[in-house]
T-cell receptor, first 109, second 113 residues
Framework: GQNIDQPTEMTATEGAIVQINCTYQ??????LFWYQQHAGEAPTFLSY??LDGLEEKGRFSSFLSRSKGYSYLLLKELQMKDSASYLC??????????WGAGTKLIIKP | IAGITQAPTSQILAAGRRMTLRCTQD?????MYWYRQDLGLGLRLIHY???????GKGEVPDGYSVSRANTDDFPLTLASAVPSQTSVYFC????????????FGPGTRLTVL
C-alpha cells in the first residue's frame, strides 16, 4: 500500500529552527510537495522536490532523499505566523498526490 | 473572481438528500480535483479531471459524482448523502496533471445528519 508518515504535532520557540520529517512508501515517485495549511484555511504550496538534495526558498528549505524515501522541511527564524499544519504529499506513478495527515506546528513566544 | 471559489461555505444536510458542491476557477487550468479532509487523515482524492470533458476516479469515489462540461467549473454531487460524508471538501486546480502545484479553493464544510 501507499503510505506517508509525518509527526502529528511539534512545538518550537519563536526565532528558532524546526525540522519536520516525512517518510514515504508509494507506487512510483514523481516528486514530493510541501504545503502549509493554517487552521480553517486551504492548503498553500511551499515547495517541490524531484531530485535529491536541498531546495532553499527564503526561511524555508526542503530536502529529499529518494533512496531513503525521506524528506524534511526546515523552517528557520520561526515567526508566530508559522503556526500551521504542514502537509507532505508525494506524486505517484499515476501523477496523483498521496497526502500525509499533516504535522501541526505550534510556535511559542 | 480571482483563483478558485467554492460554494457553499458550509452546509448542514439531512441524510438521504442530494447535494451539489460548486467549484469555479478563473485561471484557465486544465486539471481540477476534489478532495475531502478529515481529522487525523490526509487529504483524500475523490475525483479528478485532467481536461474539460474527461473525469476520473480517485481514492474514495463511492457516493460522489462529478462533471466537467467546461474548463472553469467542476461540480461535485452527493446523490444521497450519508453521515460518513461529513467532512471538509476542497476543490483544487493545476496547470496540468503533472508536476505543477495545485491551487486550492477555500473549502466547503459539510455536515450530514
Amino acid at each position: 500500500g501507499q503510505n506517508i508518515d509525518q509527526p502529528t504535532e511539534m512545538t518550537a520557540t519563536e526565532g528558532a529552527i524546526v525540522q519536520i520529517n516525512c517518510t514515504y512508501q508509494t507506487s512510483g515517485f514523481n516528486g514530493l510537495f510541501w504545503y502549509q495549511q493554517h487552521a480553517g484555511e486551504a492548503p498553500t504550496f511551499l515547495s517541490y522536490n524531484v531530485l535529491d538534495g536541498l531546495e532553499e526558498k527564503g526561511r524555508f528549505s526542503s530536502f529529499l532523499s529518494r533512496s531513503k524515501g525521506y524528506s524534511y522541511l526546515l523552517l528557520k527564524e520561526l515567526q508566530m505566523k508559522d503556526s500551521a499544519s504542514y502537509l507532505c504529499a508525494v506524486m505517484d506513478s499515476n501523477y496523483q498526490l498521496i497526502w500525509g495527515a499533516g504535522t501541526k506546528l505550534i510556535i511559542k513566544p | 473572481i480571482a483563483g478558485i471559489t467554492q460554494a457553499p461555505t458550509s452546509q448542514i444536510l439531512a441524510a438521504g438528500r442530494r447535494m451539489t458542491l460548486r467549484c469555479t476557477q478563473d485561471m484557465r487550468h486544465n486539471a481540477m480535483y476534489w478532495y475531502r479532509q478529515d481529522l487525523g487523515l490526509g487529504l483524500r482524492l475523490i475525483h479528478y479531471s485532467n481536461t474539460a470533458g474527461t473525469t476520473g476516479k480517485g481514492e474514495v469515489p463511492d457516493g460522489y459524482s462529478v462533471s466537467r462540461a467546461n474548463t472553469d467549473d467542476f461540480p461535485l454531487t452527493l446523490a444521497s448523502a450519508v453521515p460518513s460524508q461529513t467532512s471538509v471538501y476542497f476543490c483544487a486546480s493545476s496547470v496540468a496533471g503533472g508536476f505543477n502545484e495545485q491551487f486550492f479553493g477555500p473549502g466547503t464544510r459539510l455536515t450530514v445528519l
